[in-house]
């Protein structure tokens, strides 16, 4: 057990030397130079580099920050520039001669020139004829300390610092000398490096930067939401200030005056903005009023101090500022108790976040003019409080985007709504994209093909059943007819009770012209009507219906009727008189579906039609007789294939009616009707042809017929 006692005992022996001696090896550094005593003097003098700061002319001071004009009271002045010089001694018991050593300061303007043990190890001093020619301020200035220069024992750093007297009383500038109270240390450079370097600053300003771009860019394609506006401008400049002093800045721009003004500028530019913002969001639409609008001149004001007298005033702008600022502050928090009072949405999370941020506000604040820390929280409370606000902001735009759907919804639903009463066929013949653009008196002239169709006694039928029933008949009729119109497309202009107007317009993309559509929608018609016949004797117990078509084409008018507070849409003219005709012909003629010679005349697919001339007719109404033609598709097979083989005895025997021939007509006529075993058509020419045998008409005889009904 011995050796193993030795060996245990040898470690730990080992393990305590090296770690005390790590210990000690650890509290070389940092060597903390902000705890060491400094000796000040107003102006400089080489020999100060090699005998030091004589303790008569000097100032001890103690503890950091040493700002110069405020230690000596320099008075006021716009002219010329103060020179101060300064010094401390810090001891090394051995330095490290296999480590890279560096200087840290935390804070330093305006020019300088800084020697250790006589030499110069940095130096950024533009002075001529008592001018500054480039200004200088730097936080986290790093200087490489050569291994050669330290000594072991006493070291000496002495600083020859130049830069402006105050220029009033809110200001002795702040900015020359040793600007913070701590974070001044000679360490190992890489340490140094490490512990000061900025990346996740840098990509918080980076965000703050891409959520400016995100909300810019829903400004420009939602222009009405002017918050959008507010919040990215106040982004952007609110990640300007913080870049601002950062090593990226610092090594971007090898002079202040741009990064001390935009740090200083950005601040009452984020503020106004960010007041402006919770207004356009919590008062949507509403104007700005009087204390915003004075907020916004004085504002203006500090920013044109700042850009017209440079940058040994902006100092006291940013003072005066600090007085504009609360004032504004104060007015923003009561805003936003008064929104919540008067329950704004979003208005208590936007207080809490504002509230929060004035707390980090009022430390920077604080900590720029008196307590000098170096610390600024104002970054990181930022990125709590602007990240809360683009939550909400992303939430509004949820809700609206939610909103915005529902608006579309309810729109498409109005519109599907409107179309029930005016169909989108009717609004593009008028010419017009939507139905809100359609005005009283809007109207157009338009040759067209008429469809008017009717169920035969209706007034009857409705009689024989309730009127809950009579509209749900005709729901299910009428739902069948349209579709028989619409397939070919035509579209229904109005339903008139159990009737039917519908039109159909010439097509490019169609391979039928306006007639044939009219025609085929009339004779797809009478196919759904023997199958809703058959389903509402079977299943619904109503009694069979039958309807006339009356098909005719010709010029018409399309147009708005009414008075400003309800429109009507219309169609008027010869063309729809004469359709309404044909179908009450239907009756007289028993046949189901009737066209005009216009109509016919405009057929270019005949094979697809059964059609035979019908009569020559005269309608009240009218001045010019028509003659009229029957579209017999529907008719049973056997009773199509007899219509088809006596074409030519029909058309004979309509000849000689016409030529007063009437013996041979009548003749004619008889053979036809016995042929098809009953025909209306024949029979009401037999009934002339016996008439003008037994009375012959007049001379001026005209061969049309006389409607008197409608």
């Not at 980076?206 to 860019?217: D, N, P, Q, V």
């Not at 170096?374 to 683009?390: C, D, H, K, N």
Request: hydrophobic share 40%; proline share 3%.
């Amino acid at each position: 057990m011995k050796p193993l006692q030795s060996i245990c005992f040898s470690f730990f022996a080992l393990f305590f030397f090296f770690f005390f001696f790590s210990l000690h090896a650890k509290n070389i550094f940092p060597i903390y130079l902000h705890t060491s005593e400094w000796r000040l003097v107003e102006g400089f003098e080489k020999t100060y580099l090699q005998n030091g700061i004589p303790k008569e002319k000097s100032v001890t001071v103690r503890k950091l920050p040493i700002l110069p004009n405020n230690i000596f009271n320099t008075p006021i002045s716009f002219k010329g520039i103060k020179e101060y010089s300064m010094e401390t001694f810090f001891v090394l018991e051995a330095p490290d001669s296999n480590r890279d050593l560096a200087l840290h300061f935390a804070g330093i303007g305006e020019n300088w020139r800084i020697y250790l043990n006589g030499q110069l190890i940095s130096s950024y001093f533009y002075v001529k004829d008592g001018k500054l020619q480039k200004y200088r301020y730097l936080r986290n200035l790093d200087i490489s300390v050569s291994r050669g220069i330290l000594k072991k024992g006493k070291n000496h750093l002495f600083i020859h610092l130049a830069g402006y007297p105050p220029s009033s009383f809110l200001s002795k500038n702040f900015l020359l000398g040793l600007t913070f109270k701590e974070g001044y240390t000679l360490d190992y450079e890489r340490k140094i490096l490490q512990e000061h370097e900025e990346l996740g600053k840098i990509l918080l300003d980076l965000i703050y930067l891409f959520f400016g771009a995100y909300h810019l860019f829903f400004y420009f394609r939602w222009k009405e939401k002017v918050y959008n506006l507010y919040f990215a401008l106040f982004s952007f400049f609110l990640s300007i200030h913080f870049l601002s002093f950062s090593n990226l800045s610092n090594s971007l721009f090898t002079e202040s005056t741009i990064t001390v003004f935009s740090a200083y500028s950005s601040q009452p530019l984020a503020l106004l903005l960010f007041l402006l913002f919770l207004r356009s969001y919590l008062l949507e639409g509403i104007a700005i009023n009087r204390a915003v609008i004075s907020f916004i001149i004085l504002n203006s004001l500090i920013l044109l101090g700042f850009l017209s007298f440079g940058p040994r005033a902006y100092q006291t702008f940013l003072i005066a500022w600090y007085f504009v600022a609360l004032p504004q502050i104060i007015y923003i928090l009561y805003f936003l108790i008064y929104s919540v009072y008067k329950k704004l949405k979003d208005a208590k999370l936007l207080l809490y976040g504002v509230f929060s941020l004035s707390l980090f506000l009022a430390w920077d604040i604080l900590d720029t003019l008196f307590i000098h820390t170096s610390i600024r929280l104002m970054q990181y409370g930022y990125f709590t409080f602007i990240s809360s606000i683009v939550l909400i902001l992303a939430n509004r735009f949820i809700e609206l985007h939610k909103e915005s759907e529902t608006l579309n919804y309810e729109l498409n639903e109005h519109k599907n709504a409107i179309q029930r009463f005016v169909p989108h066929e009717f609004i593009e013949v008028l010419g017009k994209k939507e139905a809100k653009d359609i005005q009283l008196g809007d109207s157009v002239d338009k040759e067209m093909t008429v469809l008017f169709s009717d169920i035969r006694s209706f007034t009857h039928i409705s009689e024989t059943i309730n009127s809950r029933e009579v509209f749900y008949f005709l729901n299910l009729y009428l739902k069948r007819m349209e579709k028989a119109i619409e397939i070919n497309r035509g579209f229904v202009d109005k339903y008139l009770g159990d009737g039917i107007l519908a039109l159909y317009s010439d097509s490019e993309d169609s391979k039928f012209n306006s007639d044939e559509r009219a025609i085929l929608s009339a004779i797809e018609m009478q196919d759904k009507l023997k199958k809703f016949n058959k389903r509402i004797k079977n299943k619904l117990k109503f009694p069979e219906i039958k309807i006339g078509i009356g098909i005719h084409s010709g010029n018409l008018i399309l147009g708005t009727v009414g008075s400003k507070r309800r429109i009507d849409t219309t169609v008027i003219g010869d063309t729809v008189n004469l359709a309404s005709r044909l179908e009450a012909l239907t009756r007289d003629y028993e046949t189901s579906i009737i066209i005009s010679e216009n109509t016919y005349q405009q057929i270019k697919n005949p094979e697809l039609f059964k059609i035979r001339e019908v009569d020559y007719v005269r309608v009240k109404g009218r001045e010019r007789s028509v003659k009229i033609f029957e579209v017999y598709n529907n008719n049973p097979k056997e009773l199509i294939t007899q219509k088809d083989k006596l074409q030519d005895l029909f058309s004979s025997a309509i000849e000689n009616y016409r030529i007063q021939n009437f013996e041979m007509a009548l003749s004619d006529f008889c053979k036809y009707k016995e042929a098809l075993g009953t025909d209306a058509v024949s029979q009401l020419y037999i009934k002339r042809c016996e008439m003008f045998l037994q009375s012959p008409p007049p001379p001026d005889w005209q061969f049309y017929t006389d409607i008197a009904h409608k």
